[in-house]
């Protein structure tokens, strides 16, 4: 299977560890995974839906070697990827991941992923707590606190989307972008991973040195929803959307990406 867990472990990182990045105290889950060649392109770079796979299985094996409580369910609102070596064919990688930062329903979550090829990425994602049964978000407790709030050390954590709706100019030149069966996860929504698979199909990336990429998940995308496909470029700098094309004026977005190559200027928001 593409991507299959190999080992999974729950640790406490000790003060005197020698990787800056890793917190000084608290909990990180590691797992291990190879990239296959269902992971990867051509140009036997890991696609960058392939990277959101890994995250969120990352995840996953941190809720369920926590015993969260079953009655909160999570939700992904924005991710951040650095990468400064993309994952190639073959290549065996670690994953690390740990709470960056806490809030009252929500909390960043940090994955650092290292490859024996070389491969360095790292990604900072917002996961919004909600009730299972209401779909309202849900005050975290006691419990999520005492179990994460260490790594965070302090830290706030801000579900803030800045991602800008697609200009006038641009709609009239999106395409559709079909759904299949296989896109749409347990809960009836498309896996947030599609996203990302929209990106790498309207920006030729090739495959760069290092790339900084932005995503922010708007609104569910559900069955009978049919997405058009927007893309933008200036310079080095690429906006992609999937907006709802049944929406006057399309201006729902379903998804709102913004990626740029290493050396680009200015900073993703």
Request: glycine share 6%; charged share 25%; net charge neutral.
């Amino acid at each position: 299977m593409p991507g299959t867990l190999e080992t999974t472990n729950s640790r406490e990182v000790p003060p005197d560890s020698s990787d800056v990045e890793l917190p000084s105290r608290g909990r990180v889950v590691e797992s291990r995974r190879m990239v296959r060649t269902a992971d990867v392109g051509p140009d036997r770079r890991a696609r960058l839906d392939t990277l959101a796979r890994y995250l969120h299985d990352a995840a996953e094996d941190d809720a369920a070697s926590a015993t969260l409580p079953r009655s909160i369910g999570w939700i992904l609102r924005r991710t951040r990827l650095e990468v400064r070596a993309f994952p190639t064919l073959g290549e065996d990688l670690v994953l690390e991941t740990f709470c960056s930062a806490t809030a009252s329903r929500w909390a960043e979550r940090t994955t650092l992923v290292k490859g024996t090829n070389g491969a360095r990425v790292s990604a900072a994602s917002i996961w919004v707590a909600v009730d299972v049964v209401t779909g309202a978000p849900a005050r975290l407790g006691e419990w999520f606190f005492r179990l994460y709030a260490p790594s965070a050390a302090g830290r706030r954590a801000s579900a803030k989307l800045t991602l800008d709706a697609p200009p006038a100019h641009v709609l009239g030149a999106a395409r559709p972008w079909p759904l299949r069966r296989t896109d749409f996860d347990a809960w009836g929504h498309v896996n947030n991973a599609i996203a990302w698979a929209a990106l790498e199909d309207a920006v030729e990336l090739g495959r760069p040195d290092a790339l900084t990429a932005l995503v922010e998940h708007r609104a569910p995308i559900a069955p009978g929803t049919t997405p058009l496909l927007v893309t933008d470029q200036v310079a080095d700098r690429w906006s992609v959307w999937l907006v709802d094309a049944a929406t006057p004026g399309h201006d729902l977005m379903a998804a709102a990406l913004e990626v740029r190559r290493a050396g680009s200027a200015g900073p993703l928001r």
